[in-house]
């Protein structure tokens, strides 16, 4: 099983969820954390980031095989969070 990390902005994200999707990202993140390649590789500039669905969210994370440690770098919603996140992590 990896380590998590998480990003300044992801814990701010996770802070700000209702108490529902906080319990629903969490374990989407343990199931990373058991299986870290069951996110879906993105293209294009975000290229070596994933993403894990969860609902209409989605978690951003980098794979750190050398440290066995999976960096959480982002949270947010389907309709934006690829947007807001273009360029930032690379």
């Not at 374990?27 to 870290?36: K, V």
């Not at 951003?60 to 919603?77: A, N, P, Q, S």
């Amino acid at each position: 099983m990896y380590s998590i990390l998480y990003t300044k902005e992801a814990k701010t994200a996770i802070d700000k969820l209702p108490l529902k999707k906080k319990r629903q990202i969490k374990d989407a993140i343990e199931r990373i954390a058991s299986n870290p390649k069951i996110g879906k590789q993105l293209t294009h500039e975000l290229k070596g980031l994933l993403s894990y669905r969860s609902g209409t969210y989605r978690v951003i994370y980098r794979i750190d095989h050398e440290k066995i440690t999976v960096i959480i770098l982002t949270i947010g919603h389907r309709k934006n969070i690829y947007k807001e996140i273009s360029g930032r992590f690379n």
